[in-house]
């Protein structure tokens, strides 16, 4: 019995059952109770009551009460980074109106949708990124909240004052931008800097006690990332997931070592170290939903394990 006409922005009218909407939600069920004035009044399929919400989104609230009713949606018609939006501006409709239980296994699967885009290949904007990022985050969908915030610390460079400063900045917090570049940037740090010293932690074959240095596995590197053994490689304009992919499989290293007192002899470095360097920095990366919840920590940090497993291993990522 649709005895209900949500009147919304833009015009937009969206004939509903007072009964469903009470059954999915305690807040639509106070809202037609007794003891408010659109519970109160008189309300027939042939007479609908209209209540309006000016401050709900038409293309959330319409998405949802579609949802919420069975009816088709034109999710199929859209784009997939105009579907990403349009699941966002539902996840946020729904947790303001208590409905993300009752439509959790529909947002589930459109989530799971963008799962398939996975590698190197930049499949979905950063903005759209943002706004699966934002949707997980209303849905209280971990798992998700963490794969793609993982996607936005290893898989652009773009600074992300750009997208946080356009129309799809609402999508995340200004904390979770800040938090998801300071991940960027430490990830960043720590390739650049640890990745070199797996060729200088070698004892010198004197037995000396002095310091030793080995450029050639910095220049190695280099060579294998396709940087025409030139180190540092530059990470502001390169996307973090490829270049730890391409760390992870490169395997046993050898190298020249030359120690402070002289001696200069050939090493390796165990391809093992290397893809321990590669992994660390990558778990490194992506938040915790729970912990951006309440108030900020990183997975890497609150060693959240089902989340770390869920986003996969590097090479697969």
Known sequence: MADIILALPQQVYVRVSSVVLSYASAVFRTMFGPNFKEGAEPRTSAHPKEISLPDDDPSGMTHLCDLLHGRKTNGDEQTEDGLAEQLWRLAVVADKYDCVAAVSLQTEA??????????????????ATAYLAGAAYHLERNGFFYLFTKRLVLDYYEPFFVVSSQANHEALQAETWLKLAEQRATARTTFLEELPRLGSDKWCHNGCGGGNKSDDFAQKM?????????????????????????VHGVGTVHI???CTCGDAYNSLVAGSSVQALARSIYDSAGLCLWCTRAGGSSTGACKHAEDQAFAGPVVAA
């Open 222 to 246: 280099a060579l294998k990332l396709g940087r025409t053994g030139h180190w540092p490689p530059r990470l502001s304009a390169t996307p973090l997931r490829g270049i730890l992919a391409q």
């Open 256 to 258: 020249a070592v030359k």
């Open 110 to 127: 459109m989530l799971s949708r963008f799962l398939l885009s996975t590698g190197t290949a930049k499949v979905h904007s950063l903005g």
